[in-house]
Every structure is written in structure tokens, then in C-alpha cells.
């Protein structure tokens, strides 16, 4: 039951985050949706040089990357919905091994609080949107994708902050500038999270989606 449980929390909290980023800016009269392309970049929209107060943070245990691969065709569901599972074309090994590794840097520095590492692994969209929700919010200190990043991130435990860093790649689906990554979680959970081909590999939302 306890490992159970905490599969529930971490599937929570991984799906949750994306939603509290478009409810946690106070007063904010509108929402902002979408996820797209990127670049890394080294100003205010939250490249390498943006400073969260929460840089330095405390080193959480993370979990290693895996890159079973085996393609899409292993998520598949009966009778389910398979549009992530169908979408576009297989890629080869290198692309999902590329993308793969974007992600779960991503999601380490997020569990080590590492907030311009963050931002740095995320599509140029998804940064100017954490920006327009710093404008919109009542706290002034707001600046950067780095400082609003770690203010709409909610406090998890250690046990949580790891099992959202496990990956264990097995697709990367593409068409055109769109691709989607699907891999195993914590659990043996299946997500997805829209990933951006620039500047090799950007992941093009605040959060994964679970697909079971």
C-alpha cells in the first residue's frame, strides 16, 4: 500500500504542476495555454543567467536515466485512446536518446531546486509564459523564468521529488516542429510531455501527462 500511495502523490504532482503554474499568480484574470518551441537563452526570459532564489538548493536524490526504447507500439492501449501512440512518425534511437536527456535534466533540476537549469531545458513558449504570468501577478519580485518557476513550484518530500525524476524512455513520436515523449515513470506509470526539436531537444511544457 505505501508504494502505492506514493505512485499516486508523484503522478499527482507531476500532472497538478502545469495547473497550479495557470492558478498561482494571484489575481491573474486569464489563463495561457499552449507549449511550444525554444531556445536556451541568458536574460530575463529565463536562460542560464536568471537567478531564483532558490539556485543553490538542497541536492535531492535522483534517479538515473533509462533509455529502454521499443517504440510506441508497447503503449498502446485496447480500445483507448492511442492519438500520442500514432502521432506522426517513430524516431530513431539518437533523437530519443537526445530528448530523453533534456527531460530528465529537467526534471532533476527541478527536484534540486536548481531553477536556471530548469529554464534552460525549456521551450522559448513555455518560458514566455511563466512570464506573462509574472506580470500578471501581485508579487513584485517576480523576474524571469527562473524566480517565477520556483514560486509556482510546490513543496514535495524527498521520496516524491525522486520518483518524479524517474524516466525510462521508450518513444519519441514526431511531426514537423512537434514531437512527444513517451516514457515510464515512477511505478511503471506511462506519461508523455510534449518535446521541441531546437537547438537539438527542448520540453515544451511545465509538466508531464499521464497516459495510464
Given at each position: 500500500?505505501?508504494?502505492?500511495?506514493?505512485?499516486?502523490?508523484?503522478?499527482?504532482?507531476?500532472?497538478?504542476?502545469?495547473?497550479?503554474?495557470?492558478?498561482?499568480?494571484?489575481?491573474?484574470?486569464?489563463?495561457?495555454?499552449?507549449?511550444?518551441?525554444?531556445?536556451?537563452?541568458?536574460?530575463?526570459?529565463?536562460?542560464?543567467?536568471?537567478?531564483?532564489?532558490?539556485?543553490?538548493?538542497?541536492?535531492?536524490?535522483?534517479?538515473?536515466?533509462?533509455?529502454?526504447?521499443?517504440?510506441?507500439?508497447?503503449?498502446?492501449?485496447?480500445?483507448?485512446?492511442?492519438?500520442?501512440?500514432?502521432?506522426?512518425?517513430?524516431?530513431?534511437?539518437?533523437?530519443l536518446?537526445?530528448?530523453?536527456?533534456?527531460?530528465?535534466?529537467?526534471?532533476?533540476?527541478?527536484?534540486?531546486?536548481?531553477?536556471?537549469?530548469a529554464?534552460?531545458?525549456?521551450?522559448?513558449?513555455?518560458?514566455?509564459?511563466?512570464?506573462?504570468?509574472?506580470?500578471?501577478?501581485?508579487?513584485?519580485?517576480?523576474?524571469g523564468?527562473?524566480?517565477?518557476?520556483?514560486?509556482l513550484?510546490?513543496?514535495?518530500?524527498?521520496?516524491?521529488?525522486?520518483?518524479?525524476?524517474?524516466?525510462?524512455a521508450?518513444?519519441?513520436?514526431?511531426?514537423?516542429?512537434?514531437?512527444?515523449?513517451?516514457?515510464?515513470?515512477?511505478?511503471?506509470?506511462?506519461?508523455?510531455?510534449?518535446?521541441?526539436?531546437?537547438?537539438?531537444?527542448?520540453?515544451?511544457?511545465?509538466?508531464?501527462?499521464?497516459?495510464?
Open positions: 500500500m505505501r508504494g502505492q500511495g506514493t505512485r499516486s502523490v508523484a503522478a499527482l504532482a507531476a500532472a497538478v504542476l502545469l495547473t497550479l503554474a495557470f492558478a498561482a499568480c494571484g489575481s491573474s484574470d486569464s489563463t495561457t495555454t499552449g507549449s511550444s518551441s525554444s531556445q536556451s537563452g541568458t536574460g530575463q526570459d529565463g536562460g542560464k543567467s536568471d537567478k531564483g532564489s532558490g539556485a543553490s538548493g538542497p541536492k535531492a536524490q535522483t534517479a538515473p536515466l533509462e533509455v529502454s526504447g521499443g517504440g510506441s507500439a508497447q503503449y498502446r492501449v485496447r480500445r483507448g485512446d492511442n492519438s500520442i501512440q500514432e502521432f506522426g512518425e517513430e524516431s530513431d534511437e539518437a533523437a536518446k537526445e530528448a530523453a536527456s533534456v527531460l530528465h535534466d529537467y526534471l532533476v533540476a527541478r527536484a534540486e531546486e536548481d531553477w536556471p537549469a529554464c534552460a531545458n525549456l521551450a522559448e513558449t513555455v518560458k514566455e509564459q511563466l512570464q506573462v504570468l509574472a506580470s500578471r501577478s501581485e508579487r513584485s519580485n517576480l523576474r523564468c527562473a524566480a517565477t518557476l520556483e514560486a513550484t510546490p513543496r514535495l518530500p524527498p521520496s516524491v521529488r525522486r520518483e518524479l525524476t524517474i524516466v525510462d521508450g518513444s519519441l513520436r514526431i511531426e514537423g516542429e512537434r514531437a512527444f515523449l513517451i516514457y515510464r515513470g515512477a511505478e511503471g506509470a506511462t506519461y508523455t510531455v510534449q518535446m521541441v526539436p531546437e537547438d537539438g531537444w527542448k520540453v515544451g511544457s511545465l509538466a508531464a501527462t499521464p497516459l495510464s
